[in-house]
């Protein structure tokens, strides 16, 4: 069965740096483009930010709010997807997806990671 | 960006009867390489991931008939025909044409 599985999050100050992980299984994940994708408490769904695959060049492209901030990369080998965090902000706060599909929607998502930025 | 607006924000609507949640985008989502719009619909349930109901006018494998979407460029729209319990949840609306993939607010359904 495919499947993401995320880990990484926790509680974490203002000015902090955080990763997380994305384990995947049951699918070939170097043939796809991988995508995080956040919620802050009660709101609505944020787009992060997205690796392609490394036959398309593993290129990321990223939302505004985290640009600079927010490293994205990917281990074929280990069928992992990261999200490096730096200098995390209260906004940050949120659960953090991983999610990936075989068009351009995303098809498979992770349970999720809560990432709580408070001092 | 591609603004990605829902209306409405909430709805609440009787068991059996029908439900309309329409999204616009600020421009065209149409992508000329496969010419498909590219708009996605997720379900999300209190708790739980979003899920995928609806790509580019395709119901997804699972999803049952009385969901359907319609639209075209910059106008689309999710129905469900004839409510159910298991329908409450909050929907969203995306765009892939373009990065950043944004999405709605979302649309809060809940039953009257």
């Known amino acids: 069965e495919a499947q993401l599985v995320e880990s990484g999050g926790g509680l974490i100050k203002p000015g902090g740096s955080l990763r997380l992980s994305c384990a995947a299984s049951g699918f070939s994940f170097r043939d796809v483009w991988m995508t995080w994708v956040r919620q802050a408490p009660g709101k609505g769904l944020e787009w992060v930010g997205r690796i392609k695959r490394k036959t398309d060049g593993a290129t990321t492209d990223y939302a505004a709010a985290v640009k600079g901030r927010f490293s994205i990369s990917r281990d074929d080998s280990k069928n992992t997807l990261y999200v490096q965090m730096n200098s995390l902000k209260v906004e940050d706060t949120a659960v953090y997806y991983c999610t990936t599909g075989w068009t351009d929607a995303f098809e498979m998502w992770g349970q999720g990671t809560m990432v709580t930025v408070s001092s | 960006d591609i603004v990605m607006t829902q209306s409405p924000d909430s709805l609440a609507v009787s068991l059996g009867e029908r439900a309309t949640i329409n999204c616009k985008s600020s421009?065209?989502?149409?992508?000329?390489?496969?010419?498909?719009?590219?708009l996605a619909w997720y379900q999300q349930k209190p708790g739980q991931p979003p899920k995928l109901i609806y790509w580019a006018s395709t119901r997804e494998s699972g999803v049952p008939d009385r969901f359907s979407g319609s639209g075209s460029g910059t106008d689309f729209t999710l129905t469900i025909s004839s409510l159910q319990a298991e329908d409450v949840a909050v929907y969203y609306c995306?765009?892939?044409?373009?990065?950043?993939?944004?999405f709605g607010q979302g649309t809060k359904l809940e039953i009257k």
């Open positions: 995306q765009q892939c044409h373009s990065t950043p993939f944004t």
């Open positions: 421009q065209s989502v149409l992508k000329s390489s496969s010419n498909k719009n590219c």
